[in-house]
Nanobody
Framework: QVQLVESGGGLVQPGGSLRLSCVAP????????MGWYRQAPGKQRELVAL???????NYADSLEGRFSISRDNAQNTVYLQMNSLKSEDTAVYYC?????????WGQGTLVTVSS
């Protein structure tokens, strides 16, 4: 069982910033496309951002440039920098790794944006 370990969630005020981290085993991290998804209460899980093994990125259009995904191949870690947070960004954020027919998910980390 490949495990992804997320961290960095918490409570932040509107307009604030958070950085999420996800550590993956080196055997999968080096070849996998990594991604962040989120699921708000009562809603379906949705894509936030993707980054390929080569560093190409894709983002959900709704983010309006506020989030940034990056990866540190030496640390087997993918990051999600979230700026100008809004209440509607409140959700459980999940890390995802995918390679061909293989995929795995992290356990999720809760981000709450509230004053």
């Amino acid at each position: 069982q490949v495990q992804l370990v997320e961290s960095g969630g918490g409570l932040v005020q509107p307009g604030g910033s958070l950085r999420l981290s996800c550590v993956a085993p080196g055997s999968i991290f080096s070849i996998a496309r990594m991604g962040w998804y989120r699921q708000a209460p009562g809603k379906q899980r949705e894509l936030v951002a993707l980054i390929s093994s080569g560093g190409s990125t894709n983002y959900a259009d709704s983010l309006e440039g506020r989030f940034s995904i990056s990866r540190d191949n030496a640390q087997n870690t993918v990051y999600l920098q979230m700026n100008s947070l809004k209440s509607e960004d409140t959700a459980v954020y999940y890390c995802h790794a995918g390679y061909r027919y293989f995929e795995t998910w992290g356990q999720g980390t809760l981000v709450t944006v509230s004053s």
